[in-house]
């Protein structure tokens, strides 16, 4: 059974950092596509950064250039490093492991995290 569980969550004000953790079992990450979705209140679930199994990324233009995802296929972890963060950061973070080849297409049915919450105040 496929478990991802997010981590590292929490409170920062504006221009501070986190890291998230996402700690998969029943899944080698490493075979797979990997990435980080995030939702805000009131919007649609987007995907903010993914990685290929040649560890080749992908950002959204919101959070490229702050934002860093990374894997440790030892520990079968995923990670997204959160810097500068802004207000408009905020949000619930989930971690997702794509169901198929590669990161590009849809992310149809991806198992999903819990989510962890980031909050970025003024």
């Known amino acids: 059974q496929v478990q991802l569980v997010e981590s590292g969550g929490g409170s920062v004000q504006s221009g501070g950092s986190l890291r998230l953790s996402c700690a998969a079992s029943?899944?080698?990450?490493?075979?797979?596509?990997m990435g980080w979705f995030r939702q805000a209140p009131g919007k649609d679930r987007e995907l903010i950064s993914a990685?290929?199994?040649?560890?080749?990324?992908t950002y959204a233009d919101s959070v490229k250039g702050r934002f860093t995802i990374s894997r440790d296929n030892a520990k079968n972890t995923l990670y997204l490093q959160l810097n500068s963060l802004k207000p408009e950061d905020t949000a619930i973070y989930y971690c997702?492991?794509?169901?198929?080849?590669?990161?590009?297409?849809?992310?149809?049915?991806?198992?999903w995290g819990q989510g962890t919450q980031v909050t970025v105040s003024s």
């Open positions: 029943g899944y080698t990450i490493s075979s797979y596509c």
């Open positions: 997702a492991a794509k169901v198929g080849p590669g990161c590009s297409g849809q992310w149809s049915n991806p198992y």
């Open positions: 990685i290929n199994t040649s560890f080749g990324r």
